[in-house]
């Protein structure tokens, strides 16, 4: 059945990717954007900062609110975090005024912290280890008690690492193994999850559609993996050599501690929780990478890779 959905985060990586399925599945979609920017032009627009605590949303009634807009994590300035991440949430949430059924918020694996060789699931405790995770945190807090205290259904997603087209797969991870600038930090010997950008916005629409609110999901796919592993198979799926390391001081002094950490700590997770749900389409890393270098191929986006 048709729902009435708005969207977060709507221009960004997964945002544009979750709002073509939505509309594709013959939901009603409207887009949260910020001026200046252009949404899917099939979904109706709002312009609007998250950060202005007078934003208005109007007086549409959702039955789910998809919020994925956030600061990225390369910010160091924690005001800045806390003022998009946290604050803004609370002003969307004060936009919404009770007009929606149902939240869905959008979160990392980072909140886990160090994990050690455990394998994560939903029952394990949060152990925030950096600011930008810490904010995250804390707005999906204020979620759950908000949306507990109005009867607003509340569910939160954590997801692996989600690669596809865009995001940091294609801008960080791809143009630089593309022009040899990428090296490992701790020579990539640390566990990450993954998830294809089909499989993280299929997860967040089963969700919906099965009506599974008032839980906690984590979203990975089903391979435990060393960073150095996935960077050097999609190395060698474009063709081009493995990358060398860097020493962990050297990116500390580029990324700042905080990056460091959430980049380079070791995580293994279960994904039994969501594949009761939603079937995977990539459960493993080799055939989503593939999937993606041969998509990244076929749009001439490699087309300098061959050296
Ligand atoms: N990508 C991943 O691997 C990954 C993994 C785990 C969790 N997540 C979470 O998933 C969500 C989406 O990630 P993504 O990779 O799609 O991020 P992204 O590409 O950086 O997109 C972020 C979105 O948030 C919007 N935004 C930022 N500040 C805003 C503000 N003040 N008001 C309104 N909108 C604002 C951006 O709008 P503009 O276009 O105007 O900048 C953009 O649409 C985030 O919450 C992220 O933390 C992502």
Same mark, same amino acid.
């Given at each position: 059945?048709?729902?009435?959905?708005?969207?977060?985060?709507?221009?960004g990586?997964?945002?544009? %990717?979750?709002?073509?399925?939505?509309?594709?599945?013959?939901? %009603?979609?409207?887009?949260?954007?910020?001026?200046?920017k252009t949404?899917?032009?099939?979904?109706?627009t709002?312009?609007?900062?998250i950060?202005d605590?007078?934003?208005?949303l109007?007086d549409?009634?959702?039955?789910?609110v998809?919020?994925?807009?956030?600061?990225?994590?390369?910010?160091?300035?924690?005001?800045t975090?806390?003022?998009?991440?946290?604050?803004?949430?609370?002003?969307?949430?004060?936009? =919404?005024?009770?007009?929606?059924?149902?939240?869905?918020?959008?979160s990392?694996?980072?909140?886990?912290g160090?994990t050690g060789?455990?394998?994560v699931d939903e029952?394990?405790?949060?152990?925030p280890?950096t600011?930008?995770?810490?904010?995250?945190?804390?707005?999906?807090?204020?979620?759950?008690?908000?949306?507990?205290?109005?009867?607003?259904?509340?569910?939160v997603?954590?997801?692996?690492?989600?690669?596809?087209?865009?995001g940091w797969?294609?801008?960080?991870?791809?143009?630089?193994?593309?022009?040899n600038t990428?090296?490992?930090?701790k020579?990539?010997?640390?566990?990450?999850?993954?998830?294809?950008i089909?499989?993280?916005?299929?997860?967040l629409?089963s969700?919906?559609e099965n009506?599974?609110f008032?839980?906690?999901?984590?979203?990975?796919?089903?391979?435990?993996?060393k960073?150095?592993?996935?960077?050097?198979?999609?190395?060698?799926? =474009?063709?081009?050599?493995?990358?060398?390391?860097?020493?962990?001081?050297?990116?500390k002094?580029?990324?700042?501690?905080d990056?460091t950490?959430?980049?380079t700590?070791?995580?293994?997770?279960?994904?039994k929780?969501i594949s009761?749900i939603?079937?995977?389409?990539?459960?493993?890393?080799e055939?989503?990478?593939?999937?993606?270098?041969?998509e990244?191929?076929?749009?001439?986006m490699?087309a300098?890779?061959?050296?």
């Open positions: 059945m048709s729902k009435s959905i708005l969207v977060t985060g709507a221009t990586f997964i945002g544009s %990717h979750l709002v073509e399925e939505l509309l594709k599945k013959q939901h %009603h979609v409207e887009s949260l954007i910020r001026k200046g949404g899917n032009p099939k979904s109706k709002i312009t609007g900062d950060t605590k007078n934003m208005k109007g549409a009634k959702y039955d789910c998809f919020h994925l807009a956030s600061h990225t994590p390369l910010e160091k300035n924690k005001k975090l806390q003022n998009v991440n946290l604050e803004g949430t609370k002003n969307l949430f004060n936009a =919404i005024n009770n007009n929606t059924k149902s939240f869905l918020y959008v990392g694996m980072g909140v886990y160090e060789d455990k394998i029952t394990f405790p949060y152990s280890n600011e930008f995770v810490k904010t995250r945190l804390k707005a999906q807090e204020f979620l759950e008690k908000n949306c507990k205290e109005l009867g607003i259904d509340f569910s997603v954590h997801f692996g690492d989600v690669y596809g087209t865009k797969f294609y801008e960080f991870l791809i143009k630089r193994l593309l022009k990428f090296r490992l930090p020579g990539g010997k640390y566990y990450k999850c993954f998830v294809h089909d499989d993280a916005v299929g997860s629409i969700i919906l009506n599974r008032n839980e906690r999901f984590n979203v990975v796919d089903s391979t435990h993996t960073f150095n592993d996935f960077v050097n198979y999609t190395a060698d799926s =474009i063709g081009i050599k493995h990358p060398g390391n860097v020493p962990t001081f050297l990116v002094a580029l990324l700042g501690s990056l950490k959430l980049l700590t070791s995580i293994k997770a279960s994904n929780k009761e939603y079937q995977f389409k990539f459960p493993s890393y055939t989503g990478v593939t999937d993606i270098i041969s990244l191929k076929k749009k001439g490699l300098t890779s061959k050296r």
